[in-house]
């Protein structure tokens, strides 16, 4: 199994402002995911990263709103810039784990934006 | 795009009644995989299926995968208030490597 850290646990953050949130695994893995969850609602992949290439974003999600690094192979970041408080969230990073594929989760990052 | 549904959204039990989540997908799934959630935290990997009408068993959990493999179950048996939590089924078709997450069924247990 992987385990995963995330920083900051929470915080709150003026609108207009950019927040990054970091992700560290405890081994090395190819895909890293980071997903949206919003209170009481499901989880919403916002994007896949791979080590040494660019971000892969789904539908409704863009680079320039957040933007994601992948510097190796235990390490992402996600940023949300220009944050509303439509942002207040919960965000999650994910990996895959050997043999079965299950993913497992950071235990996330509860954004409100005020 | 694929998507998943899943009923019902919450469900509340009297501890020791049994509780069923359904799931369904659009497109056929190579996999279904069940996570738990619970208040608070975040999802953790229960399960995976695979194979056509295949059925797995944890102690009081029952997890189905249809024929069609486009739709799954999960059945607790004589629910008890650590089963209280979100469960939510979540699928992969094709060769895409991600997945994808139906609503979740909140699970209430009132002893």
Redesign the interface.
């Known amino acids: 199994s992987a385990v995963i850290s995330q920083k900051p646990s929470r915080d709150i953050c003026q609108r207009g402002t950019s927040l990054t949130i970091q992700c560290q695994v405890d081994s090395q893995v190819t895909m890293m995911f980071w997903y949206r969850q919003q209170p009481g609602q499901s989880l919403t992949l916002i994007a896949t990263a791979n080590q040494g290439s660019e971000a892969t974003y789904e539908s409704g999600f863009v680079i320039d709103k957040f933007p994601i690094s992948r510097p190796n192979l235990t390490f992402s970041t996600l940023t949300v810039s220009n944050m509303s408080p439509e942002d207040s969230s919960i965000y999650l990073c994910s990996v895959d784990g050997v043999g079965d594929y299950e993913q497992y989760f950071g235990p996330g990052t509860r954004l409100t934006v005020t | 795009?694929q998507q998943v549904m899943q009923i019902p959204q919450y469900q509340h039990v009297q501890e020791g009644e049994d509780f069923t989540t359904y799931c369904n997908s659009s497109t056929t799934l190579s996999?279904i995989?069940w996570y738990k959630q619970r208040p608070g935290?975040?999802?953790?990997?229960l399960i995976?299926l695979v194979k056509s009408g295949e059925v797995k068993k944890q102690k009081r959990l029952t997890f189905q995968f249809g024929e069609a493999k486009k739709n799954s179950s999960l059945h607790i048996t004589a629910t008890q208030t650590t089963d209280v939590g979100t469960y939510?089924c979540?699928g992969?078709s094709g060769g895409y490597?991600?997945?994808?997450?139906?609503?979740?069924t909140?699970l209430a247990v009132h002893p």
Do not use: S, W
Request: proline share 5%; charged share 15%; hydrophobic share 40%.
């Open positions: 795009g996999n995989q935290g975040h999802p953790v990997f995976q939510f979540a992969r490597n991600k997945l994808i997450f139906g609503a979740g909140r």
